[in-house]
Nanobody
């Protein structure tokens, strides 16, 4: 089992940058595929990015490719999401999540463990 705690989000202007982090408890962090999701008001939770166990293989939804970078530090039990060139459409609550397997199914119900979420607001 793993517990996930995201860093505090904040408000930024369009074009700005923000790095989210997610700290995991437990000693088996490196055995989990880590992901980031987001949920805007009135919308379903949306997959954003994932990274494999070693950090060598990132994966992104098309809308954030070239702007967001996912990384992890297994020595610190932490996964990061660097967000650049932020747009108002990126406004959402961001969640980190964990699952054991790597598969081409990035729906929320495929992830077993979740953080509490953190608000990111991008103003135009």
């Amino acid at each position: 089992q793993v517990q996930l705690v995201e860093s505090r989000g904040r408000s930024v202007q369009a074009g700005g940058s923000l790095r989210l982090s997610c700290a995991a408890s437990g000693r088996t962090f490196s055995s989990y595929v880590m992901g980031w999701f987001r949920q805007a008001p009135g919308k379903e939770r949306e997959f954003v990015s994932a990274i494999n166990w070693s950090g060598s293989l990132p994966y992104y939804v098309d809308s954030v490719k070239g702007r967001f970078t996912i990384s992890r530090d297994n020595t610190k039990n932490t996964v990061y999401l660097q967000m650049n060139s932020l747009e108002p459409e990126d406004t959402a609550v961001y969640y980190c999540a964990a699952r054991a397997t790597w598969a081409n199914n990035w729906t929320a119900n495929e992830f077993r463990y979740w953080g509490q979420g953190t608000q990111v607001t991008v103003s135009s």
